[in-house]
């Protein structure tokens, strides 16, 4: 193997479809666009733009993973104080 050849970068595809699916998908789209982007700007050559879409997309799914969580702890916080608030709550 030659020290020059280079490796593809990670695309974090399925990570982005978890976000996507499970997270928040406003932001999990994007991820799933660049990382889908990857594979195929690396096997044309192009390696600079592989790591910029790889990059994007672990951003774009870490933001979707993040603000999923926060968004759900919210939620999840607003229906404990609605049921406590309820007079029939047992």
Request: glycine letters at 6%.
């Amino acid at each position: 193997m030659e020290q020059n050849e280079q490796v593809c970068p990670k695309n974090y595809l399925g990570l982005s479809i978890f976000s996507l699916i499970c997270c928040c998908p406003p932001l999990g789209i994007p991820a799933v666009v660049y990382a889908s982007r990857v594979r195929g700007l690396f096997n044309k050559g192009d390696y600079l733009g592989a790591q910029r879409n790889s990059e994007k997309a672990k951003s774009w799914l870490i933001a979707a993973i993040v603000i999923g969580f926060i968004l759900n702890l919210i939620s999840f916080f607003i229906q404990i104080a609605a049921e406590s608030s309820n007079p029939y709550y047992y």
